[in-house]
């Protein structure tokens, strides 16, 4: 991890998950409470992430609601992805933005997967991650930090 | 009378020369009874004729 | 008997018609099509009516009184008369029946009243005068039409509703069992048995009465009474104690049957529980498959990250330059306290400085790092095996809620059938009522056995005590009541013998010819050889395999039973000792195309008349094709077109004629 990532997940330097669709009757609290889909809320919160950085969606409705701390992320494996997103978003802007940003890509991930569940009654995964190997090909050459020479 | 009735009265009569019985005396019950059995209630109307019957094929059997 | 007109006044739907129904022996079929609801029932019961009187209403849904069938709009109009009359041929010579009722003007909606006093009259169409051979009472003249033409209760094998016979192959009911013996003129065979043994009694009375009469033994007399009065006592007993065997055999045969029926059910519950134990498996199953899914959820975002991550792990870092090199190598050798250069010279401190000058302020490559980082990520999380349990985890996750509801809907399959059948408490209970049912009949038996010999003791003892009172008696009355008393005794004998002769005979006729009839109405022809029909004239259907099959147990749809039902109809008709149009209201219900076909064709073999009230979609033109060569006349049933409640029947132009 490099010393920059570092900090995202470092307890000094705390930066708070938040989202518009926290709270009671809300999407997290249906999905990973009522439905118990996930683990946990920052399980969610990963997944909405990485979806919305692929199909650019964003949501910048105000963010009222704390999931947790960046750094009090037990499970290794969100930690990484958190900080793999933060390394493809980064074209040298000033951090906290780009954690703006992340937040933004991932409440607009959790609304476009929140329309998927109403509508099928399961994320469908499977596909989902199917459809994501031709999408990822376009969508890299708009992140940061991949050498696309002699792909 | 049809193939039914036709096949009843031949048996009777077969049984009538197999008992030994006067000629006529099943067929004459079984036509009395024949007239009783369409009647929604049975009553004992039968029992005089019946009696008669018997009382006539009796004193015929008798004169043979 | 063959009816040759058919006229109705004011009946129903009709205030007037008149059709001429006579056959011939080749053309022996009358065709009257009408749509539902327009008048075709209505016609059919006004025959049974005209036949039976309010006994012909009997079998309608929910007419059942004659005032009940007066044109409304006649009755609205004003007094006037409602009647049915049939033109018959019977033996040779013709006859008409007419019956109905006068009525009083009604409005539309109230109660048609009548003057309360049915009209029957039969007239001897020779002379047109009322036939005397009737009598002038409407019990005689009924009595007449019972005897002389079809008895009401056999009249349910002549005229009948096509889709309603099917209660034939059911359990036969004791109303159609007897009517059946009736047709077959046993009926009038086991009366006669009846009778003669109260003939029998009577000219034993008459012995009786000529022996005291005749004898002066005072004693001997007095013995005699009170011998044949225990006689009389004894056969009282008798006739309880068979009853009570008769009885506990009823008794028994219920358990028994609610004993089979609660097996099943049983067989069904421990069915149900192991079903029931399998999902309670299946439950927990998945379960931990739920456990499973939500912890591979938890990863899902290393999953949908992962083909970006394998791009990025296919690029390539950047190869450092040369002072980025340098600058690197210095510093490990600095940091490291190397003694020795890469190179080989000893660093002194003159080269230490040389080499701290190399080192630069590097700054970090993020491609580099970013790859670096994901390298090792692949090689920590291994997504693709993760993608790999995902796919199996949805995979086994519908195939055990499919498992689920399968056996569910199994469940509540079994429950649908078992309401109030086979609780572990009820077999016990009526295997213990079974077998005191068991207990009961041979007790009874027993006893039933043991007043017989009594009774037979009883008997020889009052034949000696008669034989002393003979013997002193020199009398011919005496004589000729003795020789009567066994002349009846004697036709008794040859009455039963007659019956069983007849059944003999006959049985076996009808069971071959029902059979016969069945076989060739019937659709699969290879799967069955036959009906049997037992003492209690209930019809099994005979398979290929010998074995045996109540016939309501034979076909689910009414169509197999109405096959079924018409055999057997056609075989009691054969054997019937009337004969009679037969009259058949829908004939064809809900049958499938095949059986239609064979109906169809075996229609006019059923009676030297056969009259068929059918709807269009029962018989269409290319079904007629198979009666056009039986059809003597083809009638339509219409409303009146600017009076739509009324109907006319008038001849139909169809592809036949």
């Not at chain 3, 104690?241 to 089979?260: C, H, R």
């Not at chain 3, 076989?519 to 209930?538: C, M, P, R």
């Not at chain 3, 006349?633 to 001849?651: C, G, M, T, V």
Request: charged letters at 35%.
């Amino acid at each position: 991890m490099n010393d920059r990532m570092k900090q995202l997940t470092k307890e000094s330097q705390s930066y708070r998950i938040l989202t518009t669709f926290g709270g009671e009757d809300s999407i997290y609290n249906e999905i990973v409470k009522k439905e118990k889909l996930f683990p946990n809320m920052f399980h969610f919160f990963a997944l909405g992430l990485v979806y919305g950085i692929l199909h650019n969606k964003k949501s910048t409705k105000n963010k009222k609601n704390d999931i947790i701390r960046i750094e009090q992320i037990p499970d290794e494996n969100i930690r990484d992805v958190i900080d793999i997103c933060y390394m493809i978003l980064n074209d040298g802007r000033d951090e906290a933005e780009i954690v703006k940003e992340m937040l933004d890509y991932a409440d607009g991930g959790i609304e476009e997967l929140y329309k998927i569940f109403e509508k099928n009654g399961s994320f469908q995964l499977p596909i989902l991650i199917e459809d994501s190997k031709k999408i990822w090909l376009e969508r890299i050459k708009k992140l940061n930090n991949i050498n696309l020479e002699n792909l | 009378m049809t193939e039914a009735g036709d096949k009843i009265i031949e048996i009777i009569e077969k049984i009538e020369k197999e008992e030994k019985l006067p000629k006529g005396i099943l067929k004459a019950i079984y036509d009395e009874e024949l007239i009783q059995v369409h009647k929604d209630i049975r009553t004992n109307s039968v029992e005089k004729p019946l009696r008669e019957i018997i009382v006539k094929y009796f004193e015929m059997s008798n004169e043979d | 008997m063959k009816i040759k007109t058919i006229e109705i006044f004011n009946w129903g739907r009709y205030p007037k018609a008149t059709i001429p129904v006579d056959v011939s022996e080749d053309r022996n079929v009358i065709l009257i099509r009408a749509r539902n609801n327009i008048g075709k029932t209505t016609l059919f019961y006004a025959i049974k009516y005209a036949f039976y009187g309010k006994k012909g209403l009997e079998s309608h849904k929910n007419q059942h009184e004659p005032h009940e069938w007066i044109n409304r709009q006649a009755a609205a109009k004003g007094d006037g008369k409602m009647f049915v009359e049939l033109t018959i041929e019977h033996q040779g010579k013709e006859y008409r029946i007419q019956r109905g009722f006068k009525f009083y003007q009604t409005n539309t909606g109230e109660t048609i009243q009548t003057d309360g006093k049915e009209e029957l009259e039969i007239f001897d169409q020779e002379n047109g005068q009322p036939l005397t051979d009737a009598g002038k009472e409407n019990t005689t003249k009924q009595n007449w039409i019972n005897s002389m033409l079809i008895p009401y209760d056999v009249s349910q094998f002549f005229f009948f509703d096509g889709e309603d016979i099917k209660r034939y192959t059911d359990e036969p009911e004791e109303t159609v069992k007897k009517a059946i013996l009736r047709v077959l003129g046993i009926k009038v065979l086991t009366n006669t048995r009846e009778d003669l043994e109260h003939t029998q009694k009577l000219f034993n009375d008459l012995y009786n009465k000529k022996l005291k009469e005749k004898s002066n033994d005072e004693k001997t007399k007095e013995r005699l009474e009170q011998i044949q009065k225990k006689i009389d006592e004894q056969k009282s007993v008798i006739t309880h104690l068979d009853g009570a065997v008769k009885q506990a055999k009823q008794l028994k045969e219920n358990y028994t049957e609610q004993l089979k029926n609660n097996v099943l059910a049983q067989e069904k519950i421990n069915e149900r529980q192991r079903i029931a134990d399998a999902n309670e498996a299946l439950k927990k199953n998945l379960k931990d498959n739920e456990e499973i899914l939500k912890r591979l959820r938890g990863v899902s975002s290393i999953l949908l990250l992962e083909p970006l991550l394998r791009i990025i792990d296919k690029t390539e870092e950047n190869p450092p330059s040369k002072d980025q090199w340098e600058s690197k190598t210095a510093k490990h050798m600095i940091d490291k306290n190397f003694k020795t250069c890469v190179c080989g010279t000893h660093i002194d401190a003159e080269l230490k400085e040389k080499l701290e000058k190399k080192v630069l302020e590097l700054k970090p490559n993020p491609q580099a790092q970013l790859k670096r980082f994901v390298e090792s990520v692949i090689g920590r999380t291994l997504p693709e095996r993760k993608i790999s349990e995902l796919d199996h985890a949805i995979k086994d996750n519908i195939r055990i809620k499919g498992e689920i509801d399968t056996n569910s809907t199994a469940i509540k399959r079994i429950n649908s059938e078992l309401p109030g059948k086979g609780s572990d408490a009820m077999i016990p209970l009526l295997r213990d009522k079974e077998a005191r049912a068991e207990e009961d009949i041979i007790k009874y038996g027993r006893d039933l056995e043991r007043a017989k010999d009594q009774l037979i003791d009883f008997e020889k003892e009052e034949f000696v005590i008669k034989r002393k009172l003979e013997q002193a008696i020199d009398s011919e009355e005496l004589k000729t009541a003795e020789n009567q008393k066994e002349f009846v005794q004697k036709v008794r004998e040859a009455v039963q013998k007659t019956i069983t002769a007849y059944y003999e005979l006959r049985k076996p006729e009808l069971e071959k010819y029902v059979s016969d009839v069945f076989l060739k109405l019937v659709n699969n022809k290879k799967l069955y050889t036959g009906i049997t029909i037992d003492d209690e004239w209930e019809m099994k259907v005979k398979y290929y395999d010998g074995s045996l099959l109540p016939t309501y147990q034979y076909g689910p749809s009414s169509g197999a039973s109405q096959i079924v039902a018409t055999a057997f109809i056609a075989g009691l008709n054969k054997f019937a000792q009337k004969s009679g149009p037969v009259i058949i209201d829908t004939p064809l219900g809900r049958l499938d195309d095949i059986h239609r076909t064979n109906l169809l064709e075996y229609y006019n073999k059923m009676s030297e008349q056969v009259i068929i009230l059918y709807t269009p979609t029962e018989i269409n033109d290319n079904d007629q094709v198979i009666l056009e060569d039986y059809v003597m006349k083809h009638y339509e049933i219409l409303s009146y077109d600017d009076l739509p409640d009324l109907a006319r029947i008038i001849p139909y132009e169809s592809v036949i004629q």
